[in-house]
């Protein structure tokens, strides 16, 4: 008998073409590639949904960090413009009588030093401009504007929102720094009309890539500027905005948000400003996060339903052979029950069963090279990632030389020219000096905090006791007035990175430290105890303790909770002390009363 699949068979089989065993065996087939078809596709889809919400938190961080540093970055800008304004402010007072032609020719030399300045003015003390870089600007009255009115009210210096320039005619906003004689009496403004395209050009220089987004608002929330850059849009059109109105109130807020400018719908994070009341933004639309994700799904479906065709076509040919051995072998029970003892059946199948078998795998070996897809995808991730920290460590770079200029310049000024400057002279070069300074030690924490996540940890037995005192050896040479007494618990061994240890105690003693300096009885103790079953470490002090209220501000980056002319510090201590924890697999917490001492509790992984 010829060998024929059975849609090919004429009348001359009719039972074979109609076999119950074929269609059995066919539905069989089609059932068991149905089952390993739809959990795959399910399984697709699960793991493609997990990947979109890892990219939406990875960019939900990364607008959070961007945010965070143009608010630096901003800040740093218009600080910069303010001290520049001190100085010149220090100059009218020192080396007055000014004419109005030499204080003209001195902001018209001050205002081309900075891009984001369009002119500088001096406005006496009625609030009239006497003085300007901007002849069109002189005789203005400044007297009905926010910032004069802050300022004649006491401030020494404001920030304006957005305004329109009534010399310029274009949006502007405004540093003003008030004029004090030596006896503190008002009696002018130094003003800068800065102009926001260009401040926010010289805090961004570029786009981020994917369509990403960065903006910076006033305390109205109105939108000084946007990059990418729009040719028209409304200042007040992120009125509506939930996580602007949360930064204006002074937190920081992220999440998902639909652009009022172009409808699309975004990632985005607000950050307040420090001081100024203005907010940065940063976001990524949704849609270049999903444009990656959906196009591999598409592929992966087309394969997958290209791999079902062919398992179809093969399971019908399996089908067939299974179905064709079958009818040989009934062929030969008939021929035996005829008597025909001599018939000889070749049934056959097996071989076409295994290669059904071999399909399968085929199907698990292409799965896994779209889960090996997926994993290339997340490393793409994760290099990225690693890319914005390194952007932010190059910002954070690039912020040094302005400050070592500035402290350099004043230093030579209170060395070189200590016979012709007066007390409050010296005294506002010493407020310079102390303001870069200060700059520069946050940069160092932002950096120090940075590389807390990035460091490679070597885990080894690390005694803690003797760890703790030599830190307090240390504290003590630092500051030989003062006395404490130190409880250090002996016999604390811990499983961890060393350095990273050390760093720990550093911040959680030196606090301690510096928090009971007020204290005639200072005590201090590091120890170990049990808390729900777990082995904790905790330093506890008599100091000034804090409000539990706002524990949990604690170990965020930059957040303090005792005002730096009472207890020096940068807030980046704690938060880095969380971290490390973190990455050793503990848990960090405070429990204080105000002026009673606080302590801090903190765990390590097995």
């Given amino acids: 008998m010829v060998n024929r699949p059975p849609w090919e068979l004429g009348n001359a089989m009719p039972e074979e073409r109609h076999s119950p065993v074929w269609g059995s065996i066919w539905r069989v087939l089609f059932i068991l590639i149905a089952v390993a078809l739809i959990p795959t596709l399910i399984v697709q889809a699960m793991i493609y949904i997990q990947w979109y919400r890892v990219r939406a938190e990875l960019a939900e961080q990364s607008n959070l960090e961007f945010a965070k540093t143009v608010a630096i970055a901003v800040h740093s800008v218009i600080e910069d413009i303010h001290h520049d304004e001190q100085v010149m402010a220090a100059s009218v007072v020192f080396l007055r009588p000014y004419t109005n032609e030499e204080m003209t020719r001195t902001l018209v030399g001050a205002a081309g030093s900075d891009r984001a300045v369009r002119s500088i003015h001096y406005a006496d003390s009625s609030g009239v401009i006497t003085a300007s870089s901007d002849p069109k600007a002189v005789g203005l009255d400044l007297t009905g504007r926010d910032y004069w009115k802050e300022i004649a009210a006491g401030a020494d210096w404001a920030v304006s929102d957005l305004l329109t320039g009534r010399a310029t005619g274009k949006p502007t906003i405004f540093i003003a720094t008030a004029v004090r004689g030596p006896s503190k009496e008002f009696e002018g403004v130094i003003l800068a009309s800065a102009d926001p395209e260009a401040l926010g050009d010289l805090v961004v220089p570029g ?28 200042p007040d059109a992120y009125k509506d905005d939930p996580h602007l109105r949360a930064a204006l109130h002074g937190e920081i807020s992220s999440g998902s948000l639909l652009s009022p400018l172009d409808g699309r719908s975004l990632i985005v994070a607000r950050v307040p400003i420090a001081d100024i009341g203005w907010v940065a933004g940063a976001g990524v639309p949704e849609e270049a996060l999903k444009t990656p994700i959906t196009r591999s799904f598409y ?36 021929a035996i029950g005829r008597g025909d003892l001599a018939h000889r059946a070749d049934v056959g199948g097996v071989s076409d069963l295994r290669d059904l078998a071999g399909s399968v795998n085929e199907m698990a070996a292409l799965l896994q090279t779209r889960d090996e897809a997926l994993r290339q995808r997340t490393r793409e991730l994760e290099t990225a990632n690693r890319e914005l920290q390194s952007f ?31 007390e409050r002279g010296k005294d506002y070069l010493r407020r310079v000096r102390s303001a870069s300074q200060r700059m520069g030690v946050l940069i160092d924490d932002f950096l120090k905090l940075s590389r807390v996540t990035q460091a490679e940890m070597k885990v080894t037995d690390v005694d803690m006791s003797a760890l703790a005192r030599k830190i307090v050896s240390e504290l003590q040479v630092s500051d030989r007035s003062r006395v404490a007494d130190f409880d250090i618990q002996d016999g604390l061994v811990a499983r961890g990175d060393a350095a990273l240890l050390r760093t720990t105690l550093e911040n959680l003693l030196g606090n301690a ?21 777990r082995a904790a470490y905790f330093v506890r002090d008599n100091g000034a303790g804090f409000d539990m209220a706002f524990a949990g501000k604690l170990f965020q980056p930059f957040q303090r909770l005792h005002r730096t002319e009472e207890f020096e510090g940068t807030g980046v201590g704690l938060a880095t002390v969380k971290r490390i924890v973190e990455r050793h697999g503990g848990e960090i917490w405070a429990e204080a009363t105000v002026n009673e001492g606080a302590t801090f509790y903190f765990t390590l992984g097995a």
């Fill in 392 to 422: 932010s460590y190059s910002v954070s770079h690039d912020l040094r030389t302005p400050l070592r200029a500035i402290d350099g310049f004043s230093q030579v000024l209170v060395e070189d020219y200590a016979d012709t400057l007066d």
């Fill in 207 to 234: 786009d981020r890539p994917n369509g990403g987004t960065v903006l910076f608002f006033d305390s109205k929330g109105m939108l000084l500027y946007r990059r990418p850059k729009l040719a028209n849009f409304s």
């Fill in 299 to 334: 592929i992966n479906v087309a394969i997958l339903l290209a791999s079902a065709v062919v398992c179809f076509g093969l399971a019908g040919a399996i089908a067939y052979a299974v179905a064709r051995g079958v009818t040989r072998l009934r062929e030969h029970a008939e």
């Fill in 513 to 533: 430290w510096k928090f009971t300096r007020r204290k005639p009885s200072a005590r201090i103790e590091f120890g170990r105890t049990e808390r729900e079953g």
